[in-house]
């Protein structure tokens, strides 16, 4: 149908009113308030020198993680909040890591860049032993290795060509990327296919690497030696074991500096012996097997019944001290309920912090506790077939509300490392858009205008997202976040932009007192639907 153009503009004309009703202003009295606390007596930098450089790394599970766990509770009291206490859920068994060196001692001697796995065993003391390149692929492989590799270091890859960093390590969104991020993605594309082993249709290598893992166990290797992914130094490290007491056992793992891995290669090849030697100890906590997300409130006033939710993961991985993963989100949630509470504002609902552990392990703490509180999903056994026909009924079968779903407004996460606010993921939901809009107004003059319809993925608002509550996600400037700080030996405090940090909590503080001050609660999506059933064909 064709309309004259006057009367299309007119159409557009009421319907652009419509989409910006007159309540949806931010409150500048307020936001010069949360300004004037955030930015003139800011306390961020503080708060996330002590999760990094006094209880860091937080792995979940560890003792470091229980002290920083108390800690925050301590800082929380003093601030004032309220109902500060702590929720436990079933983790599986804790890992410290008590003591790490490791040196080449012939041909000639050099120290070694290198961290051991998380989750995996010590060695016996100090070992000094000779080391070897094995090439295991599949368990036809077995039999050339058999009898042969009983208290040697062994090289589980081949060495790994290292390239000049003619990019810049850390970026900042250009105008034209920001814009990028607020188009929508082509809907003629192929929707992206879940990543790692267990991908439909895809046979998993997890069978596999535990016959490695319980093969290199049988035969005494003293320890598995790999090359970390990045350079210069810095490495990537995640787990080699399991967190369950009754797992296999595996044997210890170490990654280890690219450059440093390389060179022993490279000395083995001219068919010269290297002697390593290394002493790893290790200590499973098998006492307790929960692990604990942290709570505090600042109770509201008229709708005090009612909740807003900010949050973050205080879990890290255990080779730096998780600055930007994710000391710097927890830091800033803390920060958000500080400035909250001494500016002195009232908000109307309930304002209550969740700092989460168990993220790295699968938002593993956001999901239990949505589970209590708001809607039970049933969740999968983490060994689970993901082609079987019980994975997928389990993964379909729609959550069951409890009554707190019904009065929950909105939760607020960040998890992207360092760099500041450039806007806000809208996680598909349009209505929110007109809101937001007119909430980041404001901060237009601090670089956060953005508003994307994408999702993003990977961190705790998907905990929410999942039961249809509104959870939502920044879009930040990534800085050093992949390139080098997540996951590695330099995510640490250095790492981590102040004036970014700064930004990010007064805007996050006003995102979640506006939460807490609408009439009414954030409209939400429908209920998730059921995916149809994978073909497997991709
Ligand atoms: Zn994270």
């Not at 790492?495 to 939460?515: F, L, N, P, W």
């Amino acid at each position: 149908m064709r309309r004259k153009p006057i009367l299309s503009g007119l159409v557009l004309g009421l319907f652009v009113v419509s989409l910006a009703p007159a309540d949806e202003r931010a409150d500048l009295s307020a936001i010069w308030k949360i300004k004037d606390e955030g930015l003139n007596r800011t306390q961020v930098m503080e708060i996330l020198s002590y999760l990094t450089d006094v209880h860091g790394p937080r792995l979940t599970g560890s003792s470091q993680m229980r002290k920083a766990q108390e800690w925050a509770q301590t800082k929380f009291k003093e601030w004032g909040l309220e109902n500060v206490h702590t929720e436990r859920y079933e983790f599986g068994r804790g890992w410290n890591l008590k003591r790490f060196s490791a040196h080449m001692v012939e041909p000639t001697y050099s120290p070694l860049i290198a961290y051991p796995k998380a989750w995996t065993p010590g060695t016996r003391g100090l070992v000094r032993a000779e080391v070897m390149r094995v090439d295991i692929d599949s368990e036809s492989d077995f039999d050339t290795y058999r009898g042969k590799l009983k208290g040697l270091f062994i090289l589980t890859q081949p060495p790994r060509e290292v390239e000049a960093q003619f990019n810049p390590q850390g970026r900042r969104y250009s105008d034209e990327d920001l814009r990028n991020v607020t188009m929508m993605p082509d809907p003629g594309q192929p929707a992206r296919q879940p990543r790692g082993p267990g991908r439909p249709g895809q046979p998993s290598n997890r069978q596999l690497q535990r016959k490695i893992n319980a093969f290199y166990v049988s035969e005494g290797v003293a320890a598995l030696v790999e090359p970390g992914r990045g350079d210069g130094g810095t490495i990537f490290v995640s787990s080699g074991g399991d967190r369950k007491k009754d797992a296999a056992p595996v044997p210890p793992q170490v990654v280890m500096a690219v450059e440093h891995y390389n060179r022993i290669c490279r000395i083995l090849d001219k068919k010269i012996k290297v002697q390593l030697e290394m002493e790893i100890q290790t200590e499973f906590l098998d006492q307790d097997p929960y692990d604990y997300n942290v709570l505090a409130e600042i109770s509201g006033t008229d709708k005090k019944e009612e909740l807003v939710m900010v949050g973050a993961h205080f879990d890290s991985w255990h080779s730096g001290t998780g600055a930007t993963d994710n000391a710097a989100g927890s830091a800033i949630a803390m920060e958000v309920m500080r400035i909250l509470k001494d500016t002195g504002l009232r908000p109307r609902r309930t304002i209550r912090i969740g700092l989460w552990s168990g993220e790295e392990q699968g938002l593993l703490g956001s999901r239990a506790y949505v589970n209590e509180h708001f809607a039970l999903r049933p969740t999968p056994p983490e060994d689970m077939d993901r082609d079987s026909e019980e994975y997928r009924k389990l993964t379909q079968t729609p959550p069951t509300l409890k009554p707190d779903h019904a009065k929950f407004a909105g939760y607020w996460n960040v998890d992207n490392g360092t760099g500041k606010i450039r806007g806000i993921y809208l996680q598909g939901n349009e209505e929110v858009r007109p809101i937001f809009e007119a909430w980041l107004a404001p901060f237009k003059d601090m670089g956060a205008t953005a508003l994307s319809v994408r999702n993003t993925g990977g961190t705790d608002h998907l905990s929410f997202d999942a039961v249809g509550l509104p959870g939502f996600q920044f879009i930040q400037d990534s800085v050093e976040y992949d390139t080098r700080t997540h996951h590695s030996n330099m995510d640490v405090y250095d790492r981590i932009q102040k004036g970014d940090m700064m930004q990010m909590a007064v805007i996050e503080a006003a995102m979640v007192y506006h939460t807490a001050m609408r009439d009414e609660k954030l409209p939400r999506k429908p209920l998730p639907k059921p995916q149809p059933q994978s073909t497997g064909t991709q």
